[in-house]
């Protein structure tokens, strides 16, 4: 899916909860954004 045009979006999160998930991508290597788009693919196909 590379060079493919991405829309920017914000989200509202507690900060502990963003704390944790910061420390999810660090440990993982991935930037958020990357993390988050893989997670709404996995629960998309799940709906399908």
């Known amino acids: 899916m590379l060079n ?3 829309t ?3 989200i509202t ?3 502990d ?3 944790r998930f ?3 991508a660090k ?3 991935y930037n ?3 993390i988050i788009r893989n997670y709404i693919r996995s629960l ?3 709906e399908q």
Do not use: F, V
């Open 4 to 6: 493919k045009k991405k």
């Open 8 to 10: 920017k979006m914000s």
């Open 13 to 15: 999160i507690e900060p």
């Open 17 to 19: 909860l963003l704390e």
């Open 22 to 24: 910061n420390t999810l």
């Open 27 to 29: 440990k993982k290597g």
């Open 32 to 34: 958020k954004s990357r």
């Open 44 to 46: 998309l196909a799940t």
